[in-house]
């Protein structure tokens, strides 16, 4: 081994030793702060007058009991949410099994495509359901501490489909279904009569 390949392998272990040291200073510097963080509630607690103490424990529970039913909800919904996922929607090269499957790039495209499809499609179909499926799949990918497990380049790729995904969002909400045109072209309104100054049309 030559002096460069030394010099890299020397860099690469104090690399690696001060990444360590710095995560466990900053567990420990959590749990030091969650810790102060509890003493502090206590001691408020400690100082309260006996009828306020009371009030405040059942406050606390109601909100822990109002928390954990919300989260549940949520949890529900995106379990449901996430079963209207249809892998057979999914172009040839993107075929997988799971949402979880799906590239970070291949996600992308799959929602740009539903939300299209979902919007062009009238009546039953399953475009709408496979569309929030994959959205919740980004949104989760899109979100902390997922976020962190992630690639660089992936984050990256999340992050300028963030806004893009919005526009499309948006204009799909705007956007307004044209009736389909009749045998013998459009189905024109009925004819009422004239209008209230007894005219049809407006003179130019």
């Given at each position: 081994?030559?002096?460069?390949?030394?010099?890299?392998?020397?860099?690469?272990?104090?690399?690696?030793?001060?990444?360590?040291?710095?995560?466990?200073?900053?567990?420990?510097?959590?749990?030091?702060?969650?810790l102060w963080d509890k003493a502090r509630h206590a001691i408020a607690r400690w100082r309260l007058l006996p009828v306020d103490r009371t009030e405040l424990d059942r406050l606390r529970a109601a909100r822990t009991a109002r928390d954990s039913a919300r989260r549940h909800a949520r949890a529900s919904a995106t379990t449901l949410t996430r079963l209207c996922f249809q892998p057979g929607l999914l172009l040839p090269h993107h075929l997988v099994g799971t949402l979880q499957e799906l590239s970070v790039p291949a996600l992308i495209t799959e929602i740009e495509r539903a939300m299209h499809q979902a919007t062009r499609m009238t009546g039953a179909s399953n475009w709408p359901g496979h569309r929030d499926a994959l959205l919740d799949e980004f949104h989760r990918r899109h979100s902390w501490p997922t976020e962190l497990s992630l690639p660089e380049l992936d984050r990256l790729r999340l992050d300028a489909a963030a806004d893009h995904l919005q526009t499309l969002a948006a204009t799909a909400?705007?956007?307004?279904?044209?009736?389909?045109?009749?045998?013998?072209?459009?189905?024109?309104?009925?004819?009422?009569g004239p209008d209230d100054d007894h005219t049809a049309l407006s003179e130019e």
């Open positions: 081994m030559n002096r460069n390949q030394i010099r890299a392998a020397m860099i690469g272990v104090t690399a690696g030793v001060t990444a360590g040291i710095v995560t466990v200073a900053g567990i420990i510097a959590y749990d030091d702060y969650d909400a705007l956007r307004i279904p044209v009736a389909a045109p009749t045998a013998n072209g459009f189905d024109y309104p009925k004819f009422e």
